[in-house]
């Protein structure tokens, strides 16, 4: 069975009710989620062996954690304990014209202030046949991008396919370093980046002609074939790569979007199906959903067209399901992949 070890840092999610504003009512509702974590969740459902590295204090949070990522399937085995607390993120989902808003406290996490030291890669990395992190740990403290390095150099010594979700989170940075000071040097390092529309710009300091002065690039509006001309520029930047995937979101509200991805391999560039999504009930972790579903095609032998469709569709049914995690099965993907986009009840 492949295998696949995602390292990040898992959150305890604190989410006002529906779509109320935070603290409109005395209400919260509390979940765990992160990018790496729901990456593994998404694989592990998938019927693939997911391992999840993470540090985690010894207290009832740390626990609850454990307990949802071992209900989902997950191999907890490589975490380290310690640490004083779980990273904290609070959300208010948007609606129409108003957008969904995120809050962290992240800052002393566990994770944030583990020493790489206390990580053994040998037995991390053992059969191993993909690694996948993202740049929202290298953003959470220097010692946590420390770990993120050694992490990736660790899997490209012992042969281990190595993909980044570059995923910029401009409040995260806060420690004295920019994004792509530290997130070059990550990214010579692996096999498969997977971008945002704006994440090349932000993350690794890539653009394509007549973007870099642009206050916000509005993904969607950007025609495929300036979305090509990114990709090839991020090979010319980063020559390791073997794919580059962008997803494409045309936002006609918080409610309303468009849905799609592209696929570059250094030569051939894939355009994904477009989903319209008309009724979006949670945005957070779509990105996770299209990684999780790129990796699984990737690694299980789907062409290249394949992959980027199952991506898309898996990303596509996380919009309709509350909370971080993607709560779908490989079967009902390929439901919607073969064209029944209906959502009859099914008797």
């Known amino acids: 069975m492949t295998r ?50 993470t540090m985690l ?30 990273g904290i993120y609070f959300l208010e989902t948007g609606a129409n014209q108003r957008p969904s808003i995120v809050l962290y406290d ?43 390095l050694q992490a990736v150099q660790a ?22 370093r920019s994004a792509p ?14 971008a945002g529309g704006e994440d090349c710009q932000h993350a690794v300091g890539v653009t394509i002609e007549g973007e870099k002065d642009r206050a916000q690039a509005a993904p ?23 794919y580059q995937a962008i997803t494409l979101r045309k936002s006609h509200s918080a409610s309303h979007n468009e849905w799609s991805a592209c696929l570059f391999n250094g030569r051939a560039f894939f355009a994904s199906t477009t989903y319209e999504l008309t009724h979006i009930v949670d945005r957070v972790g779509t990105g996770d959903s299209f990684a999780a579903g790129l990796i699984y095609g990737l690694a299980t032998g789907m062409g ?10 898996a990303s596509a049914l996380k919009h309709t399901i509350p909370g971080d995690l993607n709560l779908v099965t490989f079967a009902e993907v390929q439901h919607l992949i073969s064209g029944d986009i209906t959502g009859r009840v099914q008797r």
């Open 106 to 148: 992240r800052s002393h996490s566990s994770i944030a202030e583990a020493d790489p030291g206390l990580f053994d890669w040998e037995t991390i990395f053992k059969g191993a046949d993909w690694f996948h992190l993202s740049g929202i740990t290298p953003a959470l403290s220097q010692s946590a991008a420390n770990l993120s």
């Open 4 to 53: 696949i070890v995602t390292l990040g840092e898992i959150l305890l999610r604190l989410k006002s009710p529906q779509f109320e504003r935070l603290f409109q009512s005395p209400l919260l509702e509390a979940t765990f989620g992160g990018g790496e974590a729901n990456v593994a969740v998404s694989l592990a459902r998938f019927g693939l062996d997911a391992a999840f590295v």
């Open 155 to 176: 899997a490209k010594q012992r042969g281990v396919t190595v993909s980044c979700d570059y995923n910029y989170r401009g409040k995260l940075w806060k420690y004295g």
């Open 181 to 194: 000071e530290v997130m070059r040097d990550l990214v010579r390092s692996i096999d498969v980046g997977i």
């Open 57 to 86: 204090p010894n207290n009832p949070i740390g626990e609850a954690a454990v307990a949802e990522l071992r209900r989902q399937g997950v191999d907890i085995s490589l975490m380290v304990r310690g640490g004083e607390r779980v």
């Open 304 to 313: 290249e067209q394949e992959a980027l469709n199952f991506a898309v569709a």
């Open 220 to 242: 969607g509006e950007i025609p495929l074939a300036r979305y090509e001309a990114l990709c090839r520029n991020m090979f010319a930047a980063f020559p390791n790569l073997k």
